[in-house]
């Protein structure tokens, strides 16, 4: 089975206006975590820790192994929760990048004191937890699902989510700020859209 991501590429997003050589440092410091579980003995016992483990699923073998293996149908139920798991992390992307640009319209701007800007910004920093934390889980979902993909023929591919997606600079510019009418805007904000969304600070983001 193949280890667990880390998916580090989605930290400090909004970062990403920095030169290139400061980021690839800062991400140096960040290496994926592959514990050692290898034992003297041989085993592969030593160090072992359960959160590090891959939990074995279908998607843990491929879909080659499920079919040999005659477990095809636990392979179609997986594929269509990890995508039905995906939709359900942008739409939570989505929600906390509008409460983001939010924040920043209202809260961040407004700021006079050192206080309230302090105050402010760790508010910020909380949804942009949150928003790694579903970004994470929308990409793990993803591999999941694309180790599966030729159990469904009836739904298209998850795309590839970037860090500059989730980049929301150039919602919060203003109508009046040059060039923002020609500015597109990532996939996420259309990819599985619902009902729900409407009526809520999601409008701020559009």
Known sequence: MSPLSDYAEYDDIDNLDEPS????????????????????DGSGLDNLNPEDMAIPLPSSFGWD????????????????????QANDAIHSI????GFKSALL????????????K??????????NTTVQEHACVYSMAREAFRKLRRALRDITDLPKLDP?????ATHILGSAQAGQRNTQPSWIWSFGK??????????SCK
């Open 21 to 40: 050589s400061k980021r690839d440092d800062a991400q140096a410091g960040a290496t994926s975590y592959h514990p050692n579980t290898k034992h003297a």
């Open 65 to 84: 192994w499920c079919v040999r293996h005659m477990v095809k149908s636990l392979a179609i139920k997986e594929a269509r929760l990890r995508y039905a």
């Open 94 to 97: 989505r929600l906390a990048l």
């Open 105 to 116: 319209r209202k809260q961040v701007r407004p700021a006079k004191t050192q206080k309230k």
């Open 118 to 127: 302090t105050r402010a910004w760790s508010s910020v920093q909380g949804v």
């Open 164 to 168: 500059k997606d989730l980049h929301i």
């Open 194 to 203: 619902t009902i729900e969304d409407e009526g809520t600070w999601m409008d």
